[in-house]
């Protein structure tokens, strides 16, 4: 299996100045020596990025973390905050590259490209000029594309927009698309796009969708200036449109491609304000279609309910749960971000916690088709996991780091150790990151979890508002 993925592993790469020869301008001296390392493990366990740079002061380079926006095959987008916001595409291969994309406009500009790291897509750019040559290949080519909102209009009018990597000046080009006009448009009652995660259906044309997972989604070929004629848009299954959410889909939602169907998985909260046992019940169920045929109907492939799960001890690590009665159980813990596993669909990660405040997380491993948790995990990404931020992505970029090493001499890979043990943060305590002991605290097996109530008939941005 692939490995489930926030961020990665394998070799560093170094970026260094532009040649000014090649009419590119160089990049700031505070990124001109950029170090990413990816650090893979095998799923549940989380996988991660390092990011480093000796020529910047590690209380600016630090001040948030590296993020990754889209991974596509050996592709990467990556984002860096350092005196301004950076964004690069790393290339893994025998000899890995490291590319800042040049952005044009001021960040503070509000119509500067990429400004949502999930609005992004990587595609490469196969070199021509070589019979065979695969989508994958070393040339190094490729194009960046973001679909973003026109704010000079009202709602529906976007900018698609493109960056090539091997264009001489550099520059972005955008061709206006206008929701209404695509084939099958969307009702005007959820013009509202807001895209927060980007597939591509088809690498070949190439066919990508924008999709925003409380509504529908946006399907381009980003390549093609006859848009929008060539241009569609896809609604969600019924059961899933909300017309009130916008943003944060991703602690309840998710969508990918597994096995040539486009598949997508929600997670279903449900809160008792009269239990007293402070626990929740959930649900997950599945919807897909084929990749091929994306005029089919939505299929529901699974939904299963938390007590229809089993839990016992040839679950792994089921130590790791709190119990309940004298039993492991899930349902004292709280429960976001369902991730499909691109191998299998009736497999999914969900992300859980005792108690909001706990700096990291289990991952739990749900079989959908036998009604069983496979196995419990801490979600070791060294990286603190502020209440439900976004977490972690699904990717299977480590078959490259295997297949570059096949080419140099030596590995790419080192072994590293993952850690098994679950932080808890205690209620009412402030934990000095000077020890890093203090990071390690065994798991507290109570049953309190300070479980809030969601009342559905609220419109709420908040990203612990689970559905």
Sequence with gaps: ?????????????????????????????????????????????????????????????????????????NLVFLRVHSDQIYDFVYQASSSPSLKLIHNPYSPYNPYHYLRRIDNVVVLPVPDRHHAGAAADDDSGRFCVSALDRDRRFDLGHFKLCLYDDNSIDHKWSNTILLLDQLRNPPDKDTVLHLTEKVLILDDEQPLVAFVDLWR???????????????????????????KRRTYNSCVCRNIAIVNGRLTVVRLGIYLDPDDDDDFCAWDLSTW??????????????????????????????????PKLDGCPTTETLQLAHPTLSLMDAHIV??????????????????????????????????????????????????????????GVKG????????????????????????????????????AGSDMGTKDETEDSNNPMDLE
């Excluded at 529901?300 to 130590?319: A, L």
């Excluded at 679950?422 to 798991?443: A, N, V």
């Design 349 to 406: 990660y969900i992300m859980g916690k005792v108690d909001i405040s706990d700096e990291k997380a289990l991952v739990l491993t749900v079989d959908m088709a036998n009604k069983r948790l496979q196995e419990v995990s801490v979600c070791d990404g060294e990286r603190i996991v502020n209440d439900f931020d976004y977490a972690y992505t699904q990717s299977t970029i480590s078959q490259y780091f295997t297949e570059a090493a096949a």
């Design 411 to 446: 590995s790419l890979k080192r072994p590293l150790k993952f850690h098994m043990q679950y932080p808890h943060k205690r209620l009412g305590e402030t934990i000095s990151r000077s020890d890093p002991m203090d990071l390690h605290e065994p798991l507290q097996l109570d």
């Design 288 to 321: 897909s279609k084929p990749v091929t045929c994306l005029d089919n109907e939505w299929r529901e492939d699974f939904m299963i309910e938390s007590s229809d799960v089993s839990v016992d001890d040839t679950t792994q690590n089921v130590c790791l749960l």
């Design 1 to 73: 299996m692939r490995p489930i993925t926030r961020l990665f592993h394998g070799s560093s790469s170094t970026f260094a100045p532009t040649s000014p020869t090649d009419g590119t301008p160089p990049p700031p001296p505070s990124i001109s020596a950029t170090a990413i390392t990816f650090c893979i493990a095998p799923p549940p366990l989380v996988s991660y990025i390092c990011a480093w740079s000796p020529t910047t002061d590690p209380a600016e380079f630090f001040a948030k973390e590296p993020a990754v926006g889209f991974v596509n095959a």
């Design 216 to 242: 529908g989604m946006v399907i381009c070929n980003v390549l093609d200036n006859s848009t929008p004629g060539g241009s569609s848009y896809m609604p969600l299954p019924p059961e899933l449109i909300d």
